[in-house]
């Protein structure tokens, strides 16, 4: 195999990101326009929706916050456009008012779902892709990807 330079690795690593950014993007877009799309959610918001389908436990604010890695503020900004689309509803726990529980409106679970099926898609692209290597190729790849999600949480451009 003929020489590969680090700068090559990097412009194939710039590249290849803004691919996957845009085709999973474009994904979502054209399988979920008549119905998704029409909502203009971000996919916060879908991740939101999907979430509380798998969850068997109620969910607030604080858990969505912890689980997307997320501000609670940003968590209420996602969450005001889900109830205005009534994609979400909201109660008020009965034993305690300062703590509200979320739950999926009929609406909420069939986009919930549809999203979920587009999710599994793409899953299943990049788990077709992985099986292409060997495991000591899959290791080095899981190892550069961890170190590239490492400059990311650093704040680093990318």
Do not use: C, W
């Not at 890695?69 to 969450?79: F, G």
């Not at 999710?119 to 692209?125: F, K, L, P």
């Amino acid at each position: 195999m003929a020489k590969v330079t680090v700068e090559e690795v990097a412009d194939h690593l710039r590249q290849t990101m803004g691919h996957v950014a845009t085709n999973e993007n474009t994904l979502l877009r054209t399988r979920a326009a008549a119905h998704i799309g029409a909502y203009q959610l971000s996919l916060t918001q879908l991740q939101i929706l999907q979430f509380l389908l798998q969850s068997d436990e109620a969910v607030t604010n604080s858990i969505l916050a912890d689980h997307f890695a997320i501000s609670k503020p940003a968590v209420t900004k996602a969450l005001r456009k889900l109830n205005k689309e009534l994609l979400v509803d909201t109660k008020v726990s009965e034993t305690d008012r300062r703590v509200t529980t979320l739950a999926l409106t009929g609406d909420g679970v069939t986009l919930a779902r549809e999203y979920q099926e587009i999710d599994r898609e793409i899953n299943e692209t990049y788990l077709g892709i992985a099986q292409k290597f060997s495991k000591g190729d899959r290791k080095t790849i899981l190892k550069f990807l961890e170190t590239v999600e490492g400059s990311l949480n650093q704040g680093q451009p990318f």
